[in-house]
């Protein structure tokens, strides 16, 4: 019935929708942004309005619906930033809460598991003796109650997860750009290991993708992609789901010029039954994946990515029901500078893949430092009875964005004001 009255449904949705007033992000009546946030299907809130800078956030949706959301804001002047994380539900957000304080921003995740309780994964912990990595330890914080965390370190080394390699057991950065997913109570965070953080073929092309799982005060570290000789920059970039079986599945890039550079292709793992690791499957070739790939799962679909080609502005959707044969990437964005910083999620009930992404300028060679903010849009795209359909999200933009769904197959986006940092969540209603 929802496919047949699709338009209906969507006029009806553009009659009820309210819409968000406050607006701290770029668009005015002079770029008609307002007007056009008035015919979109979502509503948009303001979550942090004192949050600062274009730094990573990450979404989850939690048992009961509850929205959960972590991010980074510098603090004034200094080179300080703060690890905030708040909840919403019910169109109602709880006042950010401080989780830690960082100088070295490397990636967030956030996860459920199955009783509510959040925990955040990201760069944290000492510096092992470094000058510049202030932080250099992979860090998961578990939510006690309502302002109330612990920090957990489960990472300090790179012989954590030893090989008998003496190039991949060697450092002390591990927990960039960290991915954390539960199984019940049991955690499974995988990380960058940068080894010492300088070199290009040493620690940058030889980074290894690793993984510890059980939590939260006893982790089992695991080798999942080893660069060592190879020089594959592995695990620059990650995206993590449970998968078939309640697994762990992820994808990564490679990233060969720094801590987090751009990277390149689209390289696909999961975990077997067996509690071993499948070898990197490189799903997809792609120059510069921007800030990486999006994977979700779905029942009866299988495994699902979107991507970005940054250096053609186009977004592609692939899916494989087993992860070993994929698809033929379909070709979803194409068109000047846009198909930004994807997110992909199912649709619980239709199992359908929507895609969140971000549009910046209706040229082709605009940089992220210049989109366009009479043009530049959140959006999301759906395939729906085999076509691809995109609904505007907010006509300001949105930087980051990551998309999920509620149990009543409503959509949720997680973003940030493009020329602020200000943290918005736009709702289906």
């Known amino acids: 019935m929802r496919r047949q009255g699709w338009a209906l449904g969507l006029a009806l949705a553009l009659a009820c929708t309210p819409e968000e007033t406050r607006r701290p992000d770029a668009g005015t009546e002079e770029d008609n942004t307002d007007v056009l946030n008035g015919a979109s299907p979502f509503s948009r809130t303001v979550l942090d309005a004192a949050a600062r800078e274009l730094q990573p956030l990450a979404l989850a949706v939690g048992p009961g619906d509850v929205v959960g959301v972590a991010y980074y804001s510098r603090v004034g002047d200094t080179a300080d930033y703060e690890l905030r994380f708040l909840e919403w539900k019910n169109g109602a957000a709880s006042s950010p809460e401080l989780i830690a304080t960082v100088q070295r921003v490397s990636g ?7 009783t509510g309780k959040a925990a955040v994964s990201y760069l944290g912990g000492g510096s092992d003796q470094s000058t510049y990595w202030f932080q250099s330890d992979l860090a998961v914080a578990y939510r006690n109650g309502p302002g109330s965390w612990t920090p957990r370190i489960p990472a300090t080394k790179s012989n954590n997860a030893a090989t008998g390699n003496a190039l991949a057991d060697s450092g002390f950065l591990v927990g960039l750009n960290p991915a954390i997913v539960f199984n019940g109570t049991k955690a499974y965070v995988a990380y960058r290991d940068g080894h010492n953080g300088q070199f290009g073929k040493q620690d940058w092309e030889g980074s290894d ?3 510890v799982e059980g939590g939260p005060t006893s982790w089992t570290p695991r ?10 920059g592995y695990g620059g970039h990650i995206s993590m789901v449970l998968g078939e079986g309640g697994l762990p599945a992820l994808v990564h890039d490679q990233v060969s010029d720094g801590a987090d ?6 390289l696909f793992q999961r975990r077997k039954a067996d509690g071993s690791w499948t070898t990197p499957l490189q799903v997809q070739t792609v120059s510069d994946t921007q800030l990486g790939a999006s994977l979700a799962w779905d029942g009866q679909v299988g495994y699902g990515v979107a991507v970005v080609d940054r250096t053609s502005n186009k977004l592609t959707y692939t899916f494989s029901k087993d992860g070993v044969s994929w698809s033929a990437p379909d070709p979803v964005f194409q068109s000047g500078a846009g198909g930004w910083y994807p997110s992909l999620a199912f ?3 239709h199992h359908e893949p929507h895609i969140a992404y971000y549009v910046c300028s209706n040229s082709a060679s605009a940089n992220e430092q210049g989109c366009d903010a009479r043009v530049d849009e959140l959006r999301v795209f759906a395939l729906i009875e085999n076509n691809w359909r995109d609904v505007l999200v907010d006509a300001g933009g949105g930087w980051g964005s990551k998309l999920a769904f509620l149990s009543t197959g409503k959509r949720v986006v997680a973003y940030r004001a493009p020329d602020s940092g200000v943290v918005k969540l736009a709702v289906e209603p």
Not at 108 to 114: C, E, G, I, T
Not at 261 to 266: K, M, T
């Open 108 to 114: 967030v995740s956030v996860a459920y598991d199955s």
């Open 209 to 211: 993708l690793e993984l």
């Open 223 to 232: 080798m999942l992609a080893m660069s060592a000789d190879t020089k594959s």
């Open 261 to 266: 550079a751009r990277g390149h292709n689209v």
């Open 347 to 349: 649709d619980p009930a």
